[in-house]
């Protein structure tokens, strides 16, 4: 069959291919507090804070969306929404919140839940080290926080008085040297007289604070002392505690209240000085003070952006009674116990948690705040509320086992003064008035019970201390109430003589 030729065709020449020009992210530049809570609460990449318990940083779930708690410890029996604890696997025994940090990050069941929740993870802490650092790498989650090296660096009470000092932001008067006899400390001391407070370079305060006037004092904490490195040598005052929290950012340092510490009380803590609480109103000190607090805590701040730092920190700071002269105690660059207070008080509600512009400053996101403005605003006293918290630890010096535990939830005052349990909730702020309170059980069922263990932390309205600065009768109501709730059996003599508690605190 003949068929019409077919024309060939000449190849065609190949035309270069144009690129389609890449869609570029939208560039963001937050200018206001509107537009930063906005940029939260569509945030689409998943950001975890995974410690032993939620309690640091309650409720940023609520203001940052996609933002989960991977917990050790289930405080909540399993009701908390944004709450993962895995099942517990065979481990060695913890001696640190870090060991409990990489434990969860190596859990099988932890690995899962996190890629459940999308790309690009995020992970924060309140406490971790250069080994955690190194897992996360491994799963390639980034840690919103400086490295671990230079926070231990700024962790360390030495050091504070160091960048205190370049802050221009005073410490008590001190000196600063390793001891190597009570001869030795007595020569050092001179200067500051007899009656001395010392302190070494890490650990929590109750553990590594040292009140010695003799060398009677000396000898009882000398294995604690020498040899221990750098020493913090004080003169002691008659002072009251405070803390105050902040974020240093690329506009500034945000500055949080000031407030009251609960210190010592032998209802709450074995440990003389140990931290047990804080409270949050706005005339928790006299004006000078505050403006001093707010004043040192900036600048601080400002120095810690020039040796690198970043972020959320803590600063605790002494308040000579006598004379009414302000000093810095110590530093913690990370949140703290006394987070929960600060990102809960009516100005955090009002514009935004600080631990919100932590994140905003390791988002990457450009932003451009007033940081003078919203420090104005929050020292207004119209924006401060009255709160308490008091850290209850078991104060008896014996270990049993739980087998009853007070749950966590709103619990209520009776007009007996005996307490009861009213209501599950897991925001502090279903709390009514002074009658109620919010209770977050730490220890639980099944756990041993040691002198010095956190059973829970208990928040209401209103005060824990009087104008004396003593636990009011209220406070001491609520702290038997919630105590007598525990029930423990005795372990054998023989176990328990085994058992040693963690020199390390969960919050």
Same mark, same amino acid.
């Given at each position: ?10 190849? !065609? #020449?190949?035309? =270069? =291919? #144009? ?15 509107? $537009? ?19 309690? @640091? ?8 969306? &996609? ?27 913890? $001696? ?37 650092? %190194? ?16 926070? $231990? ?11 205190? @000092? #370049? ?12 001891? %190597? ?37 000396? @000898? ?17 005052? @008659?002072?009251?505690? /405070? ?112 631990? +919100? ?16 403005? +919203?420090? &104005? ?34 619990? #209520? ?8 349990? /009213? ?6 702020? !279903?709390?009514?008035?002074? &009658? ?38 209220? /406070? ?6 919630? %105590? ?24």
């Amino acid at each position: 069959m003949n068929t019409l030729p077919v024309k060939q065709k000449t190849p !065609a #020449k190949k035309k =270069a =291919a #144009k690129k389609k020009p890449a869609k570029r992210a939208k560039k963001v530049h937050l200018k206001n507090i509107s $537009e930063v809570r906005r940029y939260f609460h569509r945030n689409e990449d998943p950001i975890f804070f995974i410690s032993a318990t939620n309690f @640091n940083l309650l409720g940023i779930d609520e203001w940052c969306r &996609n933002f989960h708690y991977i917990n050790y410890i289930d405080c909540y029996d399993g009701r908390h929404p944004n709450t993962f604890v895995p099942s517990e696997n065979a481990h060695p025994e913890f $001696e640190s919140i870090e060991d409990i940090v990489a434990y969860l990050l190596e859990h099988k069941e932890v690995i899962d839940f996190m890629k459940s929740k999308g790309k690009n993870p995020k992970a924060v802490f309140l406490m971790f080290d250069e080994r955690v650092e %190194k897992i996360c790498k491994e799963l390639g989650i980034e840690v919103w926080f400086p490295k671990a090296k230079l926070r $231990e660096q700024i962790d360390h009470k030495i050091e504070t008085v160091r960048i205190g @000092n #370049k802050a221009g932001v005073p410490s008590v008067p001190n000196v600063l040297s390793e001891i %190597k006899d009570y001869a030795h400390l007595k020569k050092l001391s001179k200067p500051i007289g007899d009656d001395l407070v010392l302190q070494s370079a890490f650990g929590d305060s109750g553990h590594t604070t040292f009140f010695i006037k003799n060398e009677k004092d000396f @000898n009882r904490h000398k294995s604690e002392i020498v040899g221990q490195g750098e020493i913090k040598v004080m003169k002691r005052i @008659n002072c009251r505690g /405070s803390a105050i929290e902040a974020c240093a950012t690329k506009n500034g340092t945000i500055v949080g209240p000031l407030m009251t510490e609960l210190v010592g009380f032998k209802e709450l803590t074995p440990y003389r000085g140990g931290w047990c609480g804080n409270e949050i109103f706005a005339d928790a000190f006299d004006q000078k003070i505050r403006d001093a607090a707010r004043k040192y805590t900036f600048e601080f701040g400002n120095q810690l952006v020039k040796e690198g730092y970043r972020g959320y920190f803590e600063l605790d700071f002494l308040i000579d009674q006598k004379t009414g002269e302000i000093y810095l105690g110590e530093c913690n660059p990370r949140v703290t116990g006394a987070s929960s207070m600060t990102n809960h008080a009516a100005f955090a509600h009002a514009d935004a948690p600080l631990f +919100l512009f932590h994140l905003l400053e390791f988002s990457g996101i450009n932003f451009d705040l007033d940081v003078n403005e +919203l420090n &104005n605003r929050w020292a207004d006293p119209d924006n401060i509320d009255q709160w308490c918290q008091m850290v209850i630890k078991h104060t008896d010096d014996n270990v049993d086992v739980i087998t009853q535990a007070p749950e966590s939830g709103i619990w #209520k005052m009776l007009p007996d003064g005996q307490i009861a349990f /009213s209501r599950f909730d897991y925001h502090r702020r !279903a709390v009514d008035s002074e &009658n109620e309170a919010f209770f977050l059980r730490i220890q639980g069922p099944g756990d041993f019970r040691y002198e010095g263990a956190d059973l829970g932390i208990l928040i209401t309205r209103g005060h824990a201390m009087d104008k004396r600065f003593r636990l009011k009768a209220r /406070s001491k109501k609520w702290i038997d109430g919630i %105590k007598g709730q525990y029930k423990a059996r005795p372990l054998p003599s023989a176990l328990a003589v085994e058992l040693e508690a963690p020199d390390f605190k969960l919050l």
